[in-house]
């Protein structure tokens, strides 16, 4: 059986799963929010704070002072949908053809939006200050580093920061929080490979790029699973391949992409030099060219020890299950944590129903709403720990 949350938290669930339900109506993509933004200043408004809008285009943020000069913790949740067609049978599915809320974010603003309005109720009991942000465009191309560059960290100073994922793959009330890496950096390669074309029944004439390339891919595996150190996590993963318009043609170019994950800077830094390394060496092998391109994409999540015990300590008062996982899905909460002291944590939204249970980005994803007043009702218990205590 799932706790009670206290009664603020009770009288609101109504109100904040019928704002989620709005939001996943209306889903827009990143730096595209413009609605959703609109609507959570118009309740921070009704709340009783003043927002400020526009930041890194959509992105939104209040202020809520305590009577007592003291720390001041960020709480953050992401706005944005994915391009994706909705698949569900729900009442309140998504109404724009090709977008979707399918990993949660429609959940993890109205649950902040709730929270905010609870806080501002209860802000005679803060010795500090608890700095709510609405982020646009996680899910690409990153709203967090626009925003820290317009300056969300300052104006007051943050000196830590909060952020809570819904999660399908936990059962519903289930909480997912540990110390150190929790999600992987997700960095992108595109590799380039130029050969000879010529009649695919004479290929002792050409330079084939395409048997060049099936080789490379298998042997690029070779830098996970023989020269990185086995206690050090790593994935590459091929994801998209171009190359040929014929059945009888050798084509002059072939070129394949894909995705790099890691917990570490130093694996991280290994990976890209072993790969730069590797890729044009390998294709000369095969009598072609070989070019490696790296794009860094968002650095790795490490969650601080001191955050990291407030989420604990919450859930231990909550008496809730707790699990420890680390996954190598990406998030650019990462890069608030590097710059101030923070935690990320998962509580699980799986619905009731296996035949419900999608994972995310899955156009059947869904997640079950008996989360939602349990996330509320954490964020405030991490508030009370970090700005409350006596």
Avoid at 231 to 242: E, H, K, P, Y
């Amino acid at each position: 059986m799932l706790p009670t949350a206290r009664p603020e938290v009770q009288a609101l669930i109504e109100e904040v799963i019928a704002l989620r339900r709005d939001f996943h109506r209306h889903p827009e993509l990143g730096f595209e929010e413009v609605r959703t933004s609109a609507k959570v200043a118009q309740f921070l408004r009704e709340s009783g704070l003043e927002p400020r809008e526009g930041i890194a285009k959509t992105g939104v943020c209040a202020l809520i002072e305590g009577p007592v000069d003291g720390p001041t913790l960020m709480l953050r949740a992401d706005m944005d949908a994915l391009p994706i067609l909705e698949e569900t049978d729900l009442e309140f599915a998504s109404q724009v053809p090709g977008k979707m809320h399918a990993c949660g974010h429609d959940l993890h603003t109205a649950i902040l939006l709730g929270t905010a309005r609870i806080l501002q109720g209860m802000k005679a009991r803060l010795k500090g200050r608890v700095k709510l942000i609405f982020q646009p465009a996680e899910e690409g191309p990153g709203g967090a580093w626009p925003m820290i560059e317009q300056g969300i960290l300052q104006n007051p100073k943050v000196d830590y920061a909060l952020g809570l994922h819904l999660w399908s793959d936990l059962p519903c009330g289930h909480v997912a929080i540990q110390s150190g890496p929790v999600m992987a950096a997700a960095d992108t390669f595109q590799v380039l490979i130029h050969g000879k074309g010529g009649h695919a029944a004479y290929p002792h004439e050409s330079a084939d790029p395409i048997v060049a390339a099936a080789a490379l891919i298998g042997a690029m595996q070779t830098v996970i699973s023989r020269r990185t150190n086995p206690f050090d996590t790593a994935v590459l993963s091929v994801t998209q391949i171009r190359g040929g318009s014929a059945d009888n043609v050798i084509p002059e170019r072939v070129e394949f992409s894909g995705t790099i994950r890691s917990f570490q800077q130093p694996v991280r830094d290994f990976l890209v030099a072993q790969l730069q390394e590797m890729v044009p060496n390998f294709c000369k092998a095969y009598g072609v060219e070989g070019e490696f391109h790296f794009h860094q994409g968002y650095p790795p999540l490490i969650n601080h020890p001191v955050p990291t015990g407030w989420v604990e300590q919450a859930v231990k008062k909550l008496g809730l299950p707790r699990a420890v996982q680390a996954t190598m899905g990406g998030e650019d909460m990462a890069y608030y944590l590097q710059e101030v002291p923070g935690a990320f944590f998962f509580l699980g939204a799986a619905p009731a129903a296996k035949e419900r249970t999608f994972p995310h980005h899955h156009p059947k994803f869904q997640l079950d709403e008996r989360a939602v007043p349990l996330a509320m009702e954490l964020f405030l218990r991490c508030v009370e720990e970090c700005l409350c205590t006596e």
